[in-house]
């Protein structure tokens, strides 16, 4: 798990004590108070966090799938912006994977276990999984190799 991606994530619900928020209140919190990302980056975060699993969304909110209070925020930490570009090897596969017919919330849950089981990359066990699957993900593969 991208620790870098938990704290950004955690960081706009700890802001407001709480594990569920508007998507609006989400962006500007990262865009705004924090000046971390654009407004536009912010979303790009929520959909990244979303296919890890960490958050979902929920009729216009973001709802925390984990516990914002138990994520620490180093004092001086700022996310570097390679979080948002990390995932789109991991989301092309993944939407690669529901046009193939695969429910996301299952081969995201398979992806997350196939991670854990051989150490890898998000990336790498995405690439690994549609493999199996015989769906073809083309350069997202490759991307996917030359992060191993």
Do not use: C
């Not at 706009?12 to 919190?29: N, Y």
């Not at 925390?64 to 994520?71: C, I, N």
């Not at 276990?113 to 995405?126: C, N, T, Y």
């Amino acid at each position: 798990m991208d620790m870098s991606l938990d704290v950004a994530v955690a960081v706009p619900f700890k802001q407001r004590g709480t594990d569920q928020l508007g998507e609006g209140e989400f962006v500007v919190a990262l865009s705004l108070d924090r000046d971390w990302f654009s407004p536009d980056q912010a979303k790009r975060l929520i959909d990244v966090a979303a296919g890890r699993g960490l958050v979902s969304r929920d009729d216009g909110n973001v709802v925390a799938e984990f516990d914002p209070a138990g994520v620490t925020v180093p004092e001086d930490y700022e996310p570097d912006q390679s979080i948002l570009r990390e995932q789109s090897a991991f989301e092309r596969i993944l939407d690669a994977l529901v046009a193939d017919g695969h429910d996301k919330q299952s081969a995201v849950a398979d992806v997350n276990d196939v991670q854990r089981r051989l150490g890898v990359s998000v990336e790498a066990a995405a690439a690994l999984y549609a493999k199996q699957h015989g769906v073809e993900v083309g350069d997202a593969a490759q991307k996917a190799r030359e992060e191993l």
